[in-house]
């Protein structure tokens, strides 16, 4: 029988801060954006983020080769993915398998978006 677990999204909306060239965010806002940004500044998630959204769907164990980490490191990582509210996790037997969350990124193509000219 295979165990599963979900692992809860920590993060808060961006609300309704439309894009950067709408208007100044809040300061709520700005540090919301600036902590999602903050998780895709790193080359190793951002390869990590564009395995899974490639893949739909990707083990842990499953990254540790390409990616060139330990298990520890991609543990770490996935971690801060998701406490953004990039990707969620479910737990299978002893493994985490992991998908891109959606909406959130569609968060960051609005938050980044600027008015056509």
Do not use: F
């Not at 993915?81 to 299978?92: F, H, N, P, Q």
């Amino acid at each position: 029988m295979t165990r599963r677990s979900s692992i809860p999204v920590e993060a808060t909306p961006l609300g309704d801060c439309g894009s950067l060239g709408d208007g100044a965010l809040t300061s709520d806002q700005a540090i919301e954006a600036a902590r999602l940004l903050g998780a895709l500044g790193d080359p190793v998630r951002l390869r990590m983020l564009s395995m899974i959204a490639v893949s739909g769907e990707v083990c842990s164990c499953d990254l540790e080769l390409p990616l060139g980490k330990s298990q520890p490191t991609i543990s770490h990582h996935t971690s801060v993915l998701a406490e953004v509210g990039l990707i969620t996790g479910e737990k299978r037997g002893r493994w985490m398998w992991w998908r891109v969350v959606p909406g959130r990124l569609d968060e960051v193509t609005r938050l980044l978006s600027l008015p056509s000219p």
